[in-house]
């Protein structure tokens, strides 16, 4: 891909350390358009909704855990065993460990990428993890659309187009963790196996229950 990606959009300043420039040669080389398009989208959304609420944050460490938050599904950092999102955590906290960054700050990012699907609980933790998980959400199912300006809505769609998203991001999430469907237990992807495999049997928690090995 050919990196296209101006200092300013829609009043909020992307990033231009060697980290963060680092960090987007990374999903240029092992993501897709798809995937950039949409990790920089929640970028802005998220730092226009702590703009809105002046809620401070590390902009670098929010743009990192952006970057990365979806390339546990892509080839080059998926693994056979592991959620998606925890692929994604592990890869962003070895990429800053190599850049010497201290223990917290790798603990954020790795909370950050983690549980950028975990409503519930995102949101009342750390202003990284809180705003992914805001970001995140809002491009990808609406939530806090009527916040948006219109102004900013299509200047970060013209930027970063939302290419056909309703229908590429479905098969997109269900490509990097259909090899292990067992993953999504408990968790939101179990509706993507559940659209994409005929007859997915999801694991339930009270069949778990009543099946241990206990004997009362």
């Not at 200092?7 to 358009?33: F, M, R, Y």
């Amino acid at each position: 891909m050919i990196r296209n990606q101006p200092n300013v959009v829609a009043d909020i300043l992307i990033p231009d350390s060697t980290i963060a420039n680092q960090a987007t040669e990374l999903i240029l080389e092992h993501g897709s358009e798809f995937l950039y398009n949409h990790s920089l989208r929640a970028f802005l959304f998220a730092s226009l909704h702590a703009k809105r609420q002046a809620i401070p944050y590390d902009v670098e460490l929010l743009y990192v855990s952006s970057v990365f938050h979806d390339l546990g599904l892509t080839p080059q950092y998926r693994s056979p065993d592991k959620r998606f999102e925890v692929d994604g955590a592990n890869a962003a906290r070895d990429f800053l460990k190599s850049h010497g960054l201290p223990q917290s700050a790798l603990q954020l990012v790795w909370d950050t990428v983690a549980f950028h699907t975990t409503t519930g609980i995102a949101e009342y933790k750390e202003a990284e993890v809180a705003l992914l998980n805001y970001g995140v959400a809002l491009d990808v199912v609406g939530r806090g659309y009527d916040h948006l300006s219109e102004k900013h809505r299509q200047a970060i769609i013209q930027q970063f187009p939302r290419t056909d998203f309703k229908k590429t991001i479905i098969p997109t999430f269900f490509e990097g963790f259909k090899h292990k469907p067992d993953t999504t237990y408990g968790t939101i992807n179990a509706d993507i196996c559940a659209c994409m495999t005929p007859n997915f049997q999801r694991k339930n928690f009270c069949d778990s229950i009543l099946h241990s090995p206990w004997d009362e």
